[in-house]
């Protein structure tokens, strides 16, 4: 047997190794003082392993095709990895602050155990690794979602996620059945030359699709997200929200292109309308939301319908404008969640009440989530407006005006509801009890300017833009 | 680093400086002596632009354009002809008058202030489409803090109406941008470089009509003007003299360089719709201003009369009509400022807006009166202030036109003239003369030092202007050159 096949995977190794490492230090040091050590560890060696990732890039397949890997894997893999990077170091305060019904060790390496599946999920070279991938990063997800467990509500959430995702695992797997019946193969590279459009390979396209929409929460397929992201630790749902998500969007723009190619007409138009639909109903339903953390449930669909406007076309734009708006939302979201985390931490609150007149009390806080839901919002000069234009002008590139144009609008309502947060923090009168200076750990501290600093150098600098640009298909 | 550049950096190193800060007296130092910066600034580049227009017939000056985002041929590309010159000192002039109007005002507002002022003058000197698009985007969005934070009476409602309804405008406004690169071929977001292909005619018409709308929801289009008397009265008074002095020409401005530019063929076609919204919007903000009986109220719909007007004049489609449309921004933006700021001396005072409230404020604040006075005089167009000169030029402008739609249309429009003079001689006379109604008046002051300065220096400009328009007239006139060449094609 050849082992070089393996040094391909390096990625895949190196967090493998990070996994080992924080599960054994996790049970030799779990009860003694040295479990204080284990935080900086596992921050040090995932940023380790998200820089060192920057650098090694070889291209090729390993075991027959099974596994592939070239600059744009790598690159997507880079995103996931300062994601995580960014939910480890907004974790742990949380953690510590949490009675000892939990153990502060595991939280990190069930997060690694899915970021692993999700490397699989991207550099799946055939559907059975595809689907294997995305189960390791189902399973453990629903782990972190019940992570509270003595908490009713992270129950619920995480019996919610688990169900949620057998069930979509299972749309996802029968529409597989019927494209290997279709075509008798699993390898992306073959099924894309034998597909042809007959009625069993459509349905089966649409049934994988749907399996992926539960993931990415698109509109009709989203009913779970504000329950599980209301219901689970607010790290989690940073997670969920971000990195969970934008694997799942990075695999269906992959496939879409590797495999589905030909049936362009099929998924065209039904993205389409899927993509109207989860951008109108994510924005209307999130004007209505008191509670932050599922506010940021429908704003994070809505967020998704825009994602897809770049991914719908299949065009080489669309590709490098739907990654670099991933990279932005991340940096944007996961700042609001900072934002949220911190201020659950001391209050104990997580409705929009709770952060009237946030700026009077702490003001830094308030500027980061300022900044962040201006990102969201796409305003200049921060990195969700140069985000939003790109993936606008992909859709224009191929002269879908109207879609840019419903966007558009559609941009507008969701700025009405990312006012009203505003509005809460700079404008309304803070509650008696908010009076209190928060203190922020270090590390949320060092989360909060690593997003800050993402938003604001992401657009401003378009080096970034050109990086993702200059990798194709 | 090109001149013009620095219009917008030093608002920026101002913003940063003031993020340091922590007392009044260094705030108001970093503010005074930066917007003192701009305004010079501003003058340099007016000097610097008249040396090189006597040696140079290109259409934009002071050029310079750097790659940005290649893939998408972005540049950062800035130039001027005379009427950006124009619009950047009358963007300075208000800017700093503004910072005296608000003598007491906090850091944060300063903050926000200065973002704004970045916002303006960006948008003012770029050529390119998309650092147009984003300066302006930069511009709207303080306003809602300025507003919804330091403003006064329906401060929250009317800082999201505003805010909203705008960034509606410029949500037309990037899917019309969009569609403007790509129908033009994808090669480039220069409008200079624009002009110069062509966009399918079946392409125009749509995209007109959303840059049109995009721009004209700032420059109070009927019906998308609502936003203007909420906005307008409830913000804080230098964010009144900014937003009605320079934000609104914006909307002008963009209308004339991005949509009757750039489609000059659909401009043709669809003026005629166009036309009718604005002469309502002429017509309707001079009614609308006889009914109001709050002073801001009054200037907002006044302001809504005479910002439509501007528009009126661009799609008039004639030269002379067009150089009075710059002359209307110019003369609009230094008497609405030096309106807001007035009735800002008024309100501290009186604590009330409401002209049935006041009466005999001759007698109590003979200074901030007279110049009321002045800017009344200048809003009805007296002979001698910058108003006459404007709105003389807009309808001789429009009457070349020989068809009978655009000369009824200009008919209707003067009568706004007449209406004019009603509110404003009524408003006049009611606070101004006459006894004085409430005796806790009498133990009023007249000006601070401050707000003289404000008012006299806007009141020179609008002198200015009405004694020697030939100079400034000059400028616009050859300015129009490159757009009558576009429009003439057809």
């Known amino acids: 047997m050849d082992f070089s096949n393996f040094l391909m995977m390096h990625q895949e190794l190196g967090l493998l190794a990070i996994f080992l490492i924080l599960i054994v230090f996790d049970i030799f040091a779990g009860e003694t003082p040295v479990m204080k050590w284990f935080r900086p560890l596992a921050v040090f060696l995932l940023a380790v392993h998200t820089v060192a990732g920057f650098f090694v890039v070889e291209d090729g397949t390993a075991f027959g095709g099974m596994y592939v890997t070239n600059d744009l894997t790598v690159l997507m893999k880079n995103i996931l990895n300062i994601g995580t990077l960014v939910v480890f170091l907004q974790a742990g305060e949380w953690l510590r602050k949490e009675d000892k019904g939990i153990r502060e060790g595991e939280f990190y390496v069930i997060t690694a155990a899915t970021l692993f599946g999700m490397y699989l999920m991207i550099s799946a070279g055939n559907f059975m690794l595809l689907y294997i991938g995305i189960e390791t990063a189902s399973l453990p997800a629903a782990c972190l979602a019940a992570y509270k467990k003595h908490q009713e509500k992270s129950a619920e959430a995480g019996a919610k996620y688990i169900l949620m995702t057998a069930f979509s695992s299972g749309i996802m797997m029968f529409g597989l059945s019927y494209l290997y019946g279709a075509t008798g193969t699993m390898y992306f590279e073959d099924m894309q030359s034998l597909i042809t459009m007959t009625p069993m390979t459509v349905l089966g396209f649409v049934f994988f699709f749907a399996g992926l929409a539960f993931k990415i929460s698109l509109v009709p397929f989203h009913m779970w997200a504000p329950d599980v992201y209301e219901g689970s630790p607010t790290p989690t749902t940073a997670y969920l929200s971000v990195v969970s998500k934008a694997a799942a969007v990075f695999v269906l723009m992959l496939t879409l292109h590797h495999v589905f190619g030909g049936m362009e007409k099929v998924w065209y138009y039904l993205m389409w309308v899927i993509t109207v639909v989860t951008i109108v109903v994510g924005n209307l339903f999130a004007i209505r939301q008191n509670d932050i953390k599922r506010f940021f449930a429908y704003s994070s669909i809505s967020q998704a319908g825009y994602i897809m406007l770049g991914v719908l076309h299949g065009s080489e734009m669309g590709l490098s404008a739907t990654v670099y708006f991933i990279l932005v939302y991340l940096f944007s979201n996961l700042a609001a969640f900072g934002v949220i985390t911190s201020v659950e931490n001391r209050t104990g609150r997580t409705e929009i009440a709770a952060y009237n007149g946030l700026y009077k009390t702490n003001p830094k806080l308030a500027l980061v989530m300022m900044l962040a839901v201006f990102s969201l919002a796409g305003i200049p000069p921060l990195g969700g407006f140069f985000s939003k234009f790109f993936i606008f002008a992909s859709a224009a590139e191929q002269g879908d005006y109207i879609l840019v144009f419903i966007a558009t609008v559609n941009t507008v309502i969701s700025l009405y509801y990312y006012l009203r947060i505003v509005k809460a923090m700079f404008i309304n009168e803070p509650a008696a009890d908010m009076g209190e200076v928060m203190r922020t750990d270090v590390y949320n501290k060092a989360s909060l300017v690593l997003c800050v600093a993402g938003m604001l150098l992401v657009g401003v600098v378009s080096g970034v833009y050109d990086y993702i640009d200059a990798i194709g298909f | ?490």
């Open chain 2, 1 to 490: 680093m090109n001149i013009l550049s620095v219009l917008v950096i030093i608002p920026l190193a101002m913003l940063l400086a003031l993020l340091v800060s922590r007392n009044r007296a260094y705030v108001r130092t970093v503010v005074t002596v930066g917007f003192g910066l701009v305004l010079a600034a501003a003058v340099a580049v007016a000097v610097v632009f008249l040396q090189e227009r006597a040696v140079s017939s290109e259409a934009m000056l002071l050029t310079s354009s750097t790659v940005w985002y290649a893939p998408l041929n972005i540049h950062y590309a800035v130039g001027v002809d005379g009427i950006s010159v124009l619009m950047i000192l009358l963007s300075s002039v208000v800017a700093i008058t503004g910072v005296f109007s608000a003598w007491n005002m906090e850091r944060d507002f300063f903050v926000w202030y200065c973002l704004l002022a970045i916002g303006v003058f960006g948008y003012f000197i770029s050529l390119d489409l998309f650092t147009m698009f984003l300066f302006y985007e930069v511009a709207l969005i303080p306003m809602f803090l300025l507003i919804g934070v330091w403003g006064n009476g329906k401060k929250e409602y009317a800082a999201m109406k505003l805010t909203l309804m705008l960034m509606a405008g410029s949500a037309f406004l990037l899917t019309g941008i969009l569609g403007i690169y790509f129908t033009a071929g994808g090669t480039t977001m220069n409008i200079m470089e624009l002009s110069q292909m062509s966009i399918p005619m079946n392409h125009q018409y749509w995209i007109f009509s959303l840059v049109f709308i995009g721009f004209g929801v700032l420059g109070a289009l009927f019906p998308f003007h609502t936003w203007s008397p909420d906005g307008h009265a409830a913000a804080p008074t230098s964010v009144s003299m900014l937003h009605a002095g320079v934000l609104m020409k914006l909307g002008g401005y963009g209308c004339f360089r991005v949509a009757i530019f750039l489609m000059p063929q659909a401009a043709h076609e669809l003026s005629w719709i166009f036309l009718i919204l604005t002469g309502i919007s002429v017509v309707y903000g001079a009614y609308g201003a006889v009914l109001q009986t709050d002073l801001k109220y009054i200037n907002a719909y006044s302001s809504v009369s005479h910002c439509g007007l501007v528009l009126f004049a661009i799609l008039m489609l004639s030269r002379t009509a067009m150089t009075g449309a710059v002359l209307q921004m110019l003369s609009h933006g230094l008497m609405t400022a030096l309106f807001f700021s007035l009735i800002g001396v008024i309100y501290s005072r009186t604590h009330t807006r409401d002209i049935r409230e006041m009466g005999g404020l001759m007698k109590v604040m003979p200074f901030a009166s007279v110049c009321y006075v002045v800017a009344g005089f200048a809003s009805l167009g007296l002979p001698g202030l910058s108003g006459f000169v404007s709105e003389m030029t807009i309808f001789v402008g429009s009457f070349e036109h020989t068809d009978t739609f655009r000369r009824v249309l200009t008919i209707l429009a003067t009568t706004s003239i007449v209406v004019t003079a009603v509110y404003i001689l009524r408003t006049v006379g009611k606070v101004l003369f006459g006894p004085v109604l409430n005796p806790d008046h009498l133990k009023l002051g007249d000006a601070h030092w401050y707000e003289r300065f404000s008012a006299v220096a806007l009141i020179l400009c609008i002198a200015a202007i009405g004694i020697w328009p030939s100079g400034v007239q000059h400028v616009i006139y050859e300015s129009l050159q490159p757009v009558m060449e576009q429009i003439n094609l057809f």
